[in-house]
């Protein structure tokens, strides 16, 4: 059997990623994960006796590439165009019925890549297709494969789609060309300089040709996409100059919509003969209008949006916390089996107290996570997140971000990977920079286990005015003071960085959708394995290392205390430098860990607490850490200073390395990861000598 | 000749010309905000924020700066 390749392209906000989990199912491995260069999801599924994989990229409105997104999508393409084995059997195009004239823009530019097109009319069953279009007559006029009424949301259209599939596999070799848009003869002649150095350097189609020259001549900055070296890019200048300096000033204006004139122009030739029927006027008042009159009105808005996040974050403290004691349970009671069936010896205590201690402190954290991707999810796929951009903007702009630079700080709460990753959508590269550089200071998912650790031993539940809890409050203050700092530096980084900036903000506000049930669920699915796969191994492998570190040497095969351990040493080296924080050698080791990963450093005293331990039972961390005292000084190691001097030192410091390998994939160069390292070190060891110093002069040690 | 910004809320414009900046009339042409494209002003966000405006079958919201650069009548 041969593997046949089909491309998913589209629009943002037409369904496509919904379109793409109906065609591949739940099973599918998906590589959309940090530090691929190529940002798409690739699944394989058979269909009809072949197996097809399925390419989905990032919606795109041009091949003209305005973001990172889109310009992943133009190098794609221009793959393709390069190397006949890169192409795919034939290219799905996702278009939302209910906006098709904008929705074909994208289309058109395509029709010229001799790659069969099928077209999916989406959203099929909000609207029916054929009373808006005749879509035998729009098939021949474009010329394309097929065109199909569609929906992800009902499963119309997968049959017809399949047997179309089925059939370009088929007929490979019959390919007929697209109707595509003509370039008259006076835009030709003027685009002849320009026409004739791309076809001096490049070997391309000559419909192709002229749709770079076009594309040239209308964008100040496309030709900077182009793989080519210095001295033909340079050539390209000149012939647009000399293009621009044989026509009027005052038509250069005008030279900047040639290509969207061009093609809107052919768009509404097609349509009309289409017996296009353009149903909706600009003065009708949709369902989606009225619902924004309210979700974003001037004062209504952001008191609902307020509402909203303070819901999300009540209920993941409140939900997650049944399933977090299940598996706190869960993970105990399977230890102590272990413990109890394995025969004595090294490995059991690897198991027991190496494994299953650390690996178990981690799992626990996976309902918050999932709650919180739940959320993230429906706020997404309801298009109530392009409300709150709408929403925000201004304010944004005033502390130097951007209106889109709420989604990846939102999400920065759950993780600042998958943060980081969605600022590609910001199109303008200062603004882009900026939310990187502060999102880590977000409080993310892996700070939460140590918050809630922390607190929970130390902080005392009493209520303020009987009904503010203090550890609730202790919570609330330190994602605030993340969250405050991270928009103070943002303003500090936008008057001190110098980066290239585009003052526009041009967003689709795509109508209210209920959300489909399969999408989010995989989505969440995969969010789930992700955690728990990719992040597992590293926290699995040191937790092996850290049970060696603990545990060893042995002398006179007993186990030596934990202070002349490895891990013990390692720790004492460490403690003059932490000590001024109020952090013993324990904690110290903690630190060090936790450059895997922040979380890492409960299931670290975790394993350092279950080691030194010489009982059978596993200890409850709590309790063991509030006991332990200081044999040096007879205090306690803990007090309630120190667990918050602890929680401000997470609050800032640079701990996860994946973060910041994500951001040098991101920026693609070191300079600002290590910068990022430094000031948030910087940063985190300050606060926390204030604190906890602050903290000993006041009298509360 | 007044530009989109000035335009009342719930009142119909037709684009005349776009004089943005950068590279945002391109985009804006290419979401369809061409010369002779018929548009209604349907929000504008306080403090200056951005605009929200129909244009063929969807909504789109841009900036108070492209919105004043873009001519209406």
Same mark, same amino acid.
């Given at each position: 059997?041969?593997?046949?390749?089909?491309?998913?392209?589209?629009?943002?906000?037409?369904?496509?990623?919904?379109?793409?989990?109906?065609?591949?199912?739940?099973?599918?491995?998906?590589?959309?994960?940090?530090?691929?260069?190529?940002?798409?999801?690739?699944?394989?599924?058979?269909?009809?006796?072949?197996?097809?994989?399925?390419?989905?990229?990032?919606?795109?409105?041009?091949?003209?590439?305005?973001?990172?997104?889109?310009?992943?999508?133009?190098?794609?393409?221009?793959?393709?165009?390069?190397?006949?084995?890169?192409?795919?059997?034939?290219?799905?195009?996702?278009?939302?019925?209910?906006?098709?004239?904008?929705?074909?823009?994208?289309?058109?530019?395509?029709?010229?890549?001799?790659?069969?097109?099928?077209?999916?009319?989406?959203?099929? #069953?909000?609207?029916?297709?054929? &009373?808006?279009?005749?879509?035998? @007559?729009?098939?021949?006029? !474009?010329? =394309?494969? +097929?065109? %199909?009424?569609?929906?992800?949301?009902?499963?119309?259209?997968?049959?017809?789609?399949?047997?179309?599939?089925?059939?370009?596999?088929?007929?490979?070799?019959?390919?007929?060309?697209?109707?595509?848009?003509?370039?008259?003869?006076?835009?030709?002649?003027?685009?002849?300089?320009?026409?004739?150095?791309?076809?001096?350097?490049?070997?391309?189609?000559?419909?192709?040709?002229?749709?770079?020259?076009?594309?040239?001549?209308?964008?100040?900055?496309?030709?900077?996409?182009?793989?080519?070296?210095?001295?033909?890019?340079?050539?390209?200048?000149?012939?647009?100059?000399?293009?621009?300096?044989?026509?009027?000033?005052?038509?250069?204006?005008?030279?900047?919509?040639?290509?969207?004139?061009?093609?809107?122009?052919?768009? #509404?030739?097609?349509?009309?003969? &289409?017996?296009?029927?353009?149903? @909706?006027?600009?003065?009708? !008042?949709? =369902?989606? +209008?009225? %619902?924004?009159?309210?979700?974003?009105?001037?004062?209504?808005?952001?008191?609902?949006?307020?509402?909203?996040?303070?819901?999300?974050?009540?209920?993941?403290?409140?939900?997650?916390?049944?399933?977090?004691?299940?598996?706190?349970?869960?993970?105990?009671?399977?230890?102590?089996?272990?413990?109890?069936?394995?025969?004595?010896?090294?490995?059991?205590?690897?198991?027991?107290?190496?494994?299953?201690?650390?690996?178990?402190?981690?799992?626990?954290?996976?309902?918050?996570?999932?709650?919180?991707?739940?959320?993230?999810?429906?706020?997404?796929?309801?298009?109530?997140?392009?409300?709150?951009?709408?929403?925000?903007?201004?304010?944004?702009?005033?502390?130097?971000?951007?209106?889109?630079?709420?989604?990846?700080?939102?999400?920065?709460?759950?993780?600042?990977?998958?943060?980081?990753?969605?600022?590609?959508?910001?199109?303008?590269?200062?603004?882009?920079? %900026?939310?990187?550089?502060?999102?880590?200071?977000?409080?993310?998912?892996?700070?939460?286990?140590?918050?809630?650790?922390?607190?929970?031993?130390?902080?005392?539940?009493?209520?303020?005015?009987?009904?503010?809890?203090?550890?609730?409050?202790?919570?609330?203050?330190?994602?605030?003071?993340?969250?405050?700092?991270?928009?103070?530096?943002?303003?500090?980084?936008?008057?001190?960085?110098?980066?290239?900036?585009?003052?526009?903000?041009?967003?689709?506000?795509?109508?209210?959708?209920?959300?489909?049930?399969?999408?989010?669920?995989?989505?969440?699915?995969?969010?789930?394995?992700?955690?728990?796969?990719?992040?597992?191994?590293?926290?699995?492998?040191?937790?092996?290392?850290?049970?060696?570190?603990?545990?060893?040497?042995?002398?006179?095969?007993?186990?030596?205390?934990?202070?002349?351990?490895?891990?013990?040493?390692?720790?004492?080296?460490?403690?003059? %430098?932490?000590?001024?924080?109020?952090?013993?050698?324990?904690?110290?080791?903690?630190?060090?860990?936790?450059?895997?990963?922040?979380?890492?450093?409960?299931?670290?005293?975790?394993?350092?607490?279950?080691?030194?331990?010489?009982?059978?039972?596993?200890?409850?961390?709590?309790?063991?850490?509030?006991?332990?005292?200081?044999?040096?000084?007879?205090?306690?190691?803990?007090?309630?200073?120190?667990?918050?001097?602890?929680?401000?030192?997470?609050?800032?410091?640079?701990?996860?390395?994946?973060?910041?390998?994500?951001?040098?994939?991101?920026?693609?160069?070191?300079?600002?990861?290590?910068?990022?390292?430094?000031?948030?070190?910087?940063?985190?060891?300050?606060?926390?000598?204030?604190?906890?110093?602050?903290?000993?002069?006041?009298?509360?040690? | 000749?007044?530009?989109?910004?000035?335009?009342?809320?719930?009142?119909?414009?037709?684009?005349?010309?776009?004089?943005?900046?950068?590279?945002?009339?391109?985009?804006?042409?290419?979401?369809?905000?061409?010369?002779?494209?018929?548009?209604?002003?349907?929000?504008?966000?306080?403090?200056?924020?951005?605009?929200?405006?129909?244009?063929?079958?969807?909504?789109?919201?841009?900036?108070?700066?492209?919105?004043?650069?873009?001519?209406?009548?």
């Amino acid at each position: 059997m041969i593997n046949n390749t089909f491309s998913l392209l589209g629009n943002p906000n037409c369904g496509k990623t919904a379109v793409f989990n109906l065609l591949t199912g739940l099973d599918q491995k998906v590589s959309n994960y940090p530090g691929i260069t190529v940002e798409k999801k690739v699944s394989s599924v058979k269909i009809n006796n072949s197996i097809i994989t399925f390419e989905d990229y990032p919606g795109s409105y041009s091949l003209n590439p305005q973001s990172l997104d889109e310009k992943i999508v133009h190098d794609t393409i221009f793959s393709w165009i390069n190397s006949t084995a890169a192409k795919p059997d034939g290219i799905i195009y996702v278009a939302d019925v209910t906006n098709l004239r904008r929705n074909l823009y994208f289309c058109t530019q395509l029709l010229m890549l001799n790659i069969p097109i099928v077209i999916l009319l989406n959203m099929s #069953d909000l609207a029916d297709p054929s &009373s808006i279009v005749n879509i035998e @007559k729009l098939k021949k006029n !474009l010329n =394309v494969y +097929e065109i %199909i009424p569609f929906s992800a949301s009902k499963s119309i259209g997968l049959d017809v789609l399949n047997d179309t599939m089925s059939n370009i596999i088929l007929n490979n070799e019959k390919f007929t060309s697209h109707n595509i848009p003509r370039v008259s003869p006076e835009n030709k002649k003027i685009l002849t300089p320009i026409t004739k150095v791309i076809n001096d350097n490049f070997s391309f189609s000559n419909s192709f040709v002229k749709y770079l020259s076009l594309s040239i001549l209308s964008s100040n900055s496309y030709y900077k996409n182009l793989n080519c070296s210095e001295n033909v890019k340079n050539k390209i200048i000149e012939a647009k100059n000399s293009v621009l300096n044989n026509i009027d000033k005052s038509m250069h204006s005008s030279l900047e919509t040639l290509e969207p004139d061009l093609r809107y122009g052919f768009i #509404d030739e097609i349509l009309d003969k &289409s017996d296009y029927k353009d149903s @909706k006027e600009v003065e009708s !008042l949709t =369902v989606s +209008e009225k %619902i924004d009159n309210v979700l974003t009105h001037a004062v209504f808005g952001p008191i609902i949006y307020i509402g909203i996040l303070y819901f999300i974050f009540q209920s993941i403290f409140t939900y997650a916390s049944v399933p977090m004691d299940f598996i706190d349970g869960t993970v105990a009671a399977f230890g102590n089996k272990v413990h109890e069936f394995m025969p004595e010896g090294l490995l059991r205590d690897l198991v027991v107290d190496g494994i299953i201690a650390g690996v178990g402190g981690i799992v626990i954290f996976l309902p918050q996570i999932l709650l919180l991707m739940f959320f993230m999810i429906i706020l997404e796929d309801t298009g109530y997140m392009t409300r709150i951009t709408f929403l925000m903007d201004k304010y944004m702009r005033k502390i130097g971000l951007h209106g889109k630079s709420i989604l990846p700080i939102m999400s920065g709460y759950a993780c600042a990977i998958p943060g980081v990753i969605s600022t590609r959508t910001i199109d303008s590269w200062k603004e882009r920079l %900026i939310t990187i550089l502060i999102l880590p200071l977000i409080s993310c998912a892996a700070r939460l286990p140590v918050y809630v650790l922390m607190i929970g031993a130390f902080i005392p539940q009493v209520y303020i005015y009987d009904f503010i809890g203090l550890q609730g409050l202790v919570m609330v203050i330190m994602y605030f003071l993340g969250t405050i700092t991270a928009f103070i530096l943002a303003k500090v980084f936008s008057k001190v960085l110098s980066e290239r900036s585009n003052p526009t903000f041009i967003m689709e506000l795509p109508p209210y959708r209920m959300p489909i049930g399969r999408s989010v669920f995989k989505q969440l699915i995969n969010r789930g394995k992700l955690f728990l796969l990719d992040a597992g191994k590293i926290i699995m492998a040191i937790s092996v290392i850290i049970w060696f570190l603990v545990s060893f040497p042995k002398i006179d095969g007993e186990y030596s205390s934990i202070n002349e351990s490895y891990a013990g040493k390692i720790g004492q080296a460490v403690e003059p %430098i932490i000590r001024p924080l109020g952090f013993d050698w324990k904690i110290g080791i903690g630190l060090i860990t936790s450059f895997a990963a922040r979380e890492v450093v409960v299931s670290t005293l975790s394993t350092i607490y279950n080691v030194e331990d010489e009982g059978n039972e596993m200890v409850n961390l709590k309790e063991a850490m509030s006991n332990d005292v200081d044999p040096r000084t007879g205090n306690k190691v803990f007090t309630p200073l120190v667990a918050i001097s602890l929680m401000v030192f997470y609050v800032y410091a640079a701990q996860c390395m994946a973060t910041f390998a994500v951001v040098r994939t991101e920026t693609n160069t070191w300079k600002w990861p290590v910068f990022m390292i430094f000031y948030m070190t910087a940063l985190a060891y300050i606060m926390s000598f204030i604190v906890f110093n602050g903290g000993k002069m006041l009298g509360f040690y | 000749m007044k530009n989109l910004y000035e335009l009342h809320i719930n009142t119909i414009g037709k684009i005349k010309s776009l004089n943005t900046k950068n590279e945002s009339s391109l985009r804006l042409s290419e979401m369809g905000l061409i010369p002779g494209s018929i548009v209604r002003m349907v929000k504008r966000n306080p403090f200056g924020g951005p605009v929200q405006l129909k244009l063929n079958d969807y909504y789109i919201a841009i900036r108070k700066e492209d919105a004043q650069m873009i001519f209406v009548e």
